[in-house]
């Protein structure tokens, strides 16, 4: 059955009207007809049932059921993402979304390239959650992650917000680790586990996380990020880690990473 999206305050009284890009979509390029039935995923984790009713310049249908989606990780990540050049954040928006991710931050850093004025970013914010969106439609999830608008990465690091591991991915993690780590083993609950510094993944992940557990994954831009902010990374409870022998490129870092935690902690089996 074809999937779409709807917001919650879009249904009422058992009533659906879809938004202006998806009611063109079913009816200018699908060509749906009044009495075919699709389903419509909410963005909170519902999948809402519905009979087409009027195909017209506004799509609306009837509800048929609403089921809950088992379709998410028990894991929330939230990829801090250092702006690339081009339109690299789209592919990585997409694989992102398609591999579990809660949420997208974008971030700009020493070594990022592109610069725009504030409305530039907006309307770049816009445009990867329209991608956000499709990408939830494509497979399956009903849960569309938000992808916020591109901020400093010492903005980001500032709010201090909770989480239960905070990786940063640095290609210069192992030297690093020789002669650092220390701040992100002193670290209390939610700001690193306090666990030991290791310089590879598998030696800072924890053997278990809670269910519901928050990961902040952090990944540099195209130059990789600078020294400096990855020792202020650090001060904020992140764990400096590294790969392997092979440097990512940043459009693969992350969706790696994202993987790899899904594969130990979430859902990808």
Not at 5 to 28: K, M, N, Q, W
Not at 46 to 65: A, K, N, P, S, W
Not at 70 to 81: M, Y
Not at 204 to 224: C, I, K, Q, Y
């Amino acid at each position: 059955m074809r999937r779409f999206t709807i917001a919650p305050d879009r249904i009422h009284d058992g009533r659906v009207a879809f938004d202006r890009d998806e009611s063109r979509h079913l009816a200018r390029v699908l060509r749906l007809k009044a009495g075919d039935t699709v389903i419509a995923a909410d963005g909170a984790g519902h999948d809402v049932t519905v009979r087409l009713e009027d195909v017209g310049e506004t799509v609306t249908g009837t509800v048929l059921g609403v089921a809950r989606t088992d379709a998410e990780s028990p894991l929330r990540i939230t990829l801090v993402q250092s702006v690339p050049k081009g339109d690299k954040l789209a592919a990585i928006v997409r694989a992102a979304t398609e591999l579990g991710v809660a949420r997208v931050v974008p971030v700009t850093t020493e070594r990022t390239i592109v610069t725009l004025e504030p409305s530039r970013w907006r309307e770049r914010a816009r445009r990867w959650q329209r991608v956000a969106k499709e990408a939830a439609k494509q497979c399956g999830r009903a849960v569309i992650p938000a992808v916020e608008v591109p901020r400093p990465l010492p903005e980001f690091l500032a709010l201090d917000e909770p989480a239960e591991l905070r990786l940063c991915l640095w290609e210069g993690a192992a030297a690093h680790g020789e002669g650092g780590g220390e701040a992100a083993a002193a670290q209390g609950p939610g700001r690193g586990q306090a666990l030991p510094f290791g310089t590879t993944l598998t030696q800072s992940l924890p053997p278990t996380l809670p269910v519901g557990a928050r990961v902040h994954l952090l990944v540099g831009p195209e130059g990789g990020l600078s020294r400096r902010e990855v020792e202020t990374a650090e001060a904020h409870g992140f764990r400096v880690v590294g790969v392997g022998a092979r440097i990512l490129r940043t459009e693969t870092a992350g969706a790696a990473m994202l993987a790899i935690l899904q594969s130990r902690f979430g859902d990808l089996q």
